[in-house]
């Protein structure tokens, strides 16, 4: 049997509350829809020792005052904005790992393009190569950077939660069924690897930028320096600019192997 979650609280007679912390707990299992499956093995589990301490299941709830019913209003309202803003606020903090992943390596196939270019920007009658290296370098690593779009969704597939729930009780226990299954989803999510927070994101992009670019590209200039102005003062412009596309290419090639775990990555998540 199948049963929204405010209709198995009222079934077992307990509070819905109960039923989203043993949801959140692991102890009952939701349906993407946020609706319970009575059948699942866990959930078979956790309802059997209800019934085994509260007796029998009672199908109807019990009949409450207009006063009563109107403080189980609001408390639910005030569970469904409570839970409802922390949920959003959760989600805000987080993004789809397969975009971060597009994202990177939007990232390292600009500057990997604009790397092809650099060997023929330097001008090297400059009076300070060395300079005129590194601003070049600085502009390569400057590269146009791919946006994230703006409607981002972490997670499972976004369901409504209005800001308003409504005044009818039913509905607001619906609506909280809902979002318990949404939290639910989202933290499987977390689980599997499929979105991660925005934090271990720049970390990981810091990680690999501090190895490729930082280490790598943007010390280029000063390694490669000594030797240019050798081949460009004994074999003229001609050879140093072959000699500086060779270097250059290099470089490129070595942008490679990140590249292809980059894109490993985004196949992983798609």
């Known amino acids: 049997m199948v049963l929204k979650q405010a209709d198995l609280a009222r079934r077992l007679g307990v509070d819905r509350s109960a039923i989203s912390r ?3 707990r ?3 299992e939701s349906l993407p829809d946020g609706t319970i499956d009575t059948e699942n093995a866990t959930n078979k589990r956790y309802l059997s020792r209800w019934t085994a301490h509260r007796g029998k299941t009672r199908s109807q709830p019990a009949p409450v005052s207009p006063n009563r019913a109107a403080a189980q ?10 839970k409802r803003s922390r949920f959003l606020r959760r989600k805000a903090e987080h993004l789809p790992a397969d975009m971060f992943w597009q994202l990177t390596l939007g990232v390292f196939v600009a500057i990997q393009d604009a790397l092809r270019g650099y060997a023929d920007r330097v001008d090297l009658s400059s009076p300070t190569l060395e300079r005129e290296l590194e601003s070049r370098m600085t502009a390569v690593l400057s590269a146009p950077r791919p946006k994230e779009p703006r409607a981002t969704e972490p997670g499972p597939q976004p369901v409504p939660l209005p800001e308003d729930p409504g005044d009818n009780l039913d509905d ?3 609506r909280l069924d ?3 299954g949404a939290m639910h989803e989202f933290a ?3 689980e599997d690897g499929t979105i991660v927070s925005r934090q271990d994101a720049e970390k990981q992009f810091s990680d690999l930028s501090a190895v490729y670019f930082n280490a790598g590209l943007l010390r280029l200039p000063r390694r490669i ?3 240019l102005s050798s081949v460009l003062a004994t074999q003229g412009v001609k050879a140093a600019r072959e000699y500086l596309r060779n270097l250059v290419a290099e470089e490129v090639a070595r942008l490679d192997v990140p590249i292809a775990e980059i894109r490993q990555k985004v196949e992983v998540f798609a």
């Open 172 to 174: 607001v226990r619906s």
């Open 225 to 227: 320096v000594a030797g």
């Open 26 to 28: 692991g102890k009952l």
């Open 188 to 190: 499987g999510a977390l």
């Open 73 to 82: 209003l609001a408390r639910a309202r005030a569970e469904y904005g409570r």
């Open 178 to 180: 809902l979002l318990a």
């Open 22 to 24: 043993a949801l959140e």
